[in-house]
């Protein structure tokens, strides 16, 4: 029995559960960085799409290809 509890107490030490650290500030700022990052690049990615569509719309009306007055019947 005394050797069951000391076998015990020696896994639940060596163990990631048996000591609780605190946080990790770095691991937190690289976390937060790289989700940052993620994020700005998601929305980048948007903005170069509306963008594109801007364009492409302002293209076909100096062409004359569209208009944006309703044609009258």
Not at 36 to 43: K, L, P, T
């Amino acid at each position: 029995m005394n050797l069951e509890s000391e076998l015990s107490a020696v896994f639940w030490e060596s163990s990631r559960w048996g000591t609780h650290r605190g946080p990790s500030v770095v691991k937190e700022i690289l976390t937060a960085v790289a989700l940052g990052i993620a994020a700005g690049s998601v929305w980048k990615m948007h903005q170069w799409n509306e963008q594109r569509k801007v364009r492409a719309f302002y293209d076909l009306l100096d062409k004359g290809e569209i208009t944006v007055v309703a044609a009258e019947e």
